[in-house]
């Protein structure tokens, strides 16, 4: 059985930080796209970062690229996003997801397995 957890959120204050992690268990851990995707009160589900198994790219939304940073570690089975510079915009439940195929993607439809998010809470 897939499992992925997420952990790390909590509230922070306008361009505070925090780091978010997912870990894995039940899968080929290190042949898994990884992503994080997050999603608003009462707004879809928006591809936030994602990092490639065999190449370690990444990619990232436009709306965080240059403040968080995603990472794995395939030893631990663990995906991580570092959020610096947080935003009120940035809250929301963010989820891990994991993908098997060969390219990266950033529609949430494509993803396989999900976890059970953790929230984000960035005060003004």
């Known amino acids: 059985q897939v499992q992925l957890v997420e952990s790390g959120g909590g509230l922070v204050q306008a361009g505070g930080s925090l780091r978010l992690s997912c870990a894995a268990s039940?899968?080929?851990?290190?042949?898994?796209?990884m992503a994080w995707f997050r999603q608003a009160p009462g707004k879809e589900r928006e591809f936030v970062a994602s990092i490639s198994w065999r190449s370690g790219r990444t990619i990232y939304a436009n709306s965080v690229k240059g403040r968080f940073t995603i990472s794995r570690d395939n030893a631990k089975n663990t995906v991580y996003l570092q959020m610096d510079s947080l935003k009120p915009e940035d809250t929301a439940v963010y989820y891990c997801a994991a993908d098997r195929s060969l390219s990266l993607a950033d529609r949430p439809d494509l993803y396989d397995f999900w976890g059970q998010g953790t929230q984000v809470t960035v005060s003004s």
């Open positions: 039940g899968l080929t851990f290190n042949i898994y796209n």
